[in-house]
T-cell receptor, first 113, second 109 residues
């Protein structure tokens, strides 16, 4: 089954404790991206990657890192999480051919205390 | 001005009603357009792509007006299961996908 898998689905942690949210897709998509969704602000892009070893900042990259060492994986790293990073996070992937839409993971709800 | 704007709603309609959502975008270089639906903080799911000539998928019809930079979604014969938030998404052939804030629809029995 074609899917985008995020882990964990839920996480409560404390300020300053490094965390990683994993994202994996099995569709051989070149493009992967991370979004955060906050009430009243909609989905905002954090980082995206066009292919292996190619990453770019989205609209709200501050406080986040990503890496793309393999095509299928695109982890989101919060080196020193802060309460303003409490949010719902989505990973997405797509083929770059012919204006294909994005496919989203189930989401990760992060609470930073 | 926001890049993609939508009426946030909520739209409360009875079952069987026809409802239309509008979306405007500011980047005239935008090339691809989509409607997604999102249920109660779950992941967005593709509803339909929007083509220049307009397109229909069952009860759903999408229209694009490039001159006015306007996209619409029409839902006919609304079902209870159509209750969701509808997101307008615009892409400029780069990798910048911009999401609208969403329009919330509640279909009432």
């Amino acid at each position: 089954e074609a899917q985008v898998t995020q882990n964990p689905r839920y996480l409560i942690t404390v300020t300053g404790k490094k965390l990683t949210v994993t994202c994996s897709q099995n569709m051989n998509h070149e493009y992967m991206s991370w979004y955060r969704q906050d009430p009243g602000l909609g989905l905002r892009q954090i980082y995206y990657s066009m292919n292996v070893e190619v990453t770019d900042k989205g609209d709200v990259p501050e406080g986040y890192k990503v890496s793309r060492k393999e095509k299928r994986n695109f982890p989101l790293i919060l080196e020193s999480p802060s309460p303003n990073q409490t949010s719902l996070y989505f990973c997405a992937s797509r083929s770059v051919m012919n204006n294909q839409p994005q496919h989203f993971g189930d989401g990760t709800r992060l609470s930073i205390l | 001005r926001k890049e993609v704007e939508q009426d946030p709603g909520p739209f409360n309609v009875p079952e069987g009603a026809t409802v239309a959502f509008n979306c405007t975008y500011s980047n005239s270089a935008s090339q691809s357009f989509f409607w997604y639906r999102q249920d109660c903080r779950k992941e967005p799911k593709l509803l339909m792509s929007v083509y220049s000539s307009g397109n229909e998928d069952g009860r759903f019809t999408a229209q694009l007006n490039r001159a006015s930079q306007y996209i619409s979604l029409l839902i006919r014969d609304s079902k209870l299961s159509d209750s969701a938030t509808y997101l307008c998404v615009v892409n400029d052939y780069g990798q910048n996908f911009v999401f609208g804030p969403g329009t919330r629809l509640s279909v009432l029995p």
